[in-house]
Structures are given as C-alpha cells and as structure tokens.
C-alpha cells in the first residue's frame, strides 16, 4: 500500500525558532500533498496543498508567510514554521495524493506534534 | 455552502455491529472516503465510494446513495481496537476533500 513518511514525530523548540517539518510518499509519485493541523480533540483542519513545481494554495486564514511550503519533488513536500509561537503547537499532518490509483485517495503520514516553550 | 454531517459520538458493545451515518451536501461530487483515525494518530483510509451500493472489505462495509447525498460505514464483529474516531470525506468538483468532523466511536465490552 502507499506509505507517507514525516520527519521528524516530534519537536520541542524555543518561542521564535523556526522548524521544518518533511514529508515524502514511499512508494509512490505525489504531484500534489496537502498539510493539515490538528488541535486535541477538534477537526482536521487543511492548511495548504502543495503542488510539485509550483507555489502551494493556502487557505483562508494562514498565513503564508509564516507557514512555508516547499514541493521541491514528486515525493517531498516540506512545511517551514517561521518564528513560532506558543500557539503554534499542534499535531501536524500531511497527506499526499497517489493519483495513479484512479481514486485520488489522500494517504497521510504518521504526523509531526510541535510543542512550542 | 458545502457541509458533512455526521454524529458526533456512538457507543457500541464488542462483538456486536455498529453504523455509522453521514449525510453530504457539496460542489460536485467526485467519491466519498472514510479514515479511521485512533487517538494521537494520523488518520488511515479504509474505504473509496464513487458509485451507488455496497463496498465490502473485511468487517468493514461502505454505502453510498448519491441521489441522497448520503453514506454509511458499517462495522461487523465490533473489537475494542475499532475504538476510534471515523472521519467522512467527500471530494468535490475541484478535488478538494471536505472533511467531517468526525464520529468517535466507544466500543464498550
């Protein structure tokens, strides 16, 4: 089946610290992957897709300056929180879509948790 | 607008079976996914409707209706490891997924 990687499951970092989060399809090409974030017990909530070779699409209320996303290749999308903050921490997952398999199914990483001090 | 209902909590003993409902209302309609997703985890796909009737995987069983904007995902011989939350996903005209908010299901023994 297809498997998506994320690195790293877990970071602890300073209030205006920046941290890179990677994300990358196994075994398979993802001309498009998508970043979501995640608070306890609420709903996944989409954050950007990412398109290989183009810029990512953000949705309404993230800022894009402050959550950088690279699609640098079919298989590695990277989001950058700039200068974080306490607020920032979060479950953050990214999902890439195999669309070879006919049904445009998203398969997600195992995700990142961001704990910002 | 475009909008997922689904319950937001069922309960269910081990053994017995349990459906899971979920209505939808979107912008073009281009399949129905479900993903089980265990507290902490990132969610896992289990199933991909795109037309009408029964998709059957194991004790897993997915409907859809789409003249009814509607769709269930049933669970057989219910374990305590199917406690979990099941998200709903329609994928509209654009690709784009919209996402439920999610079901949690209590599995009691």
Redesign the interface.
Known sequence: GAVVSQHPSWVICKSGTSVKIECRSLDFQATTM?WYRQFPKQ??M?MA?SNEGSKATYEQGVEKDKFLINHASLTLSTLTVTSAHPEDSS?Y?CSARDSNSG?????????TRLLVL | GQNIDQPTEMTATEGAIVQINCTYQTSGF??L?W?QQHA??????LS?N?LDGLEEKGRFSSFLSRSKGYSYLLLKELQMKDSASY?CAV?DSN???I????TKLIIKP
């Open positions: 998508f709903s996944l989409l897709t479950f997952i049904m445009e199914t998203q398969y997600f990483g195992p995700g | 281009n399949g996914f993903y902490g985890e990132a969610p896992t796909f991909y795109v998200l994928m690709y784009q997924l996402w439920g908010a999610g």
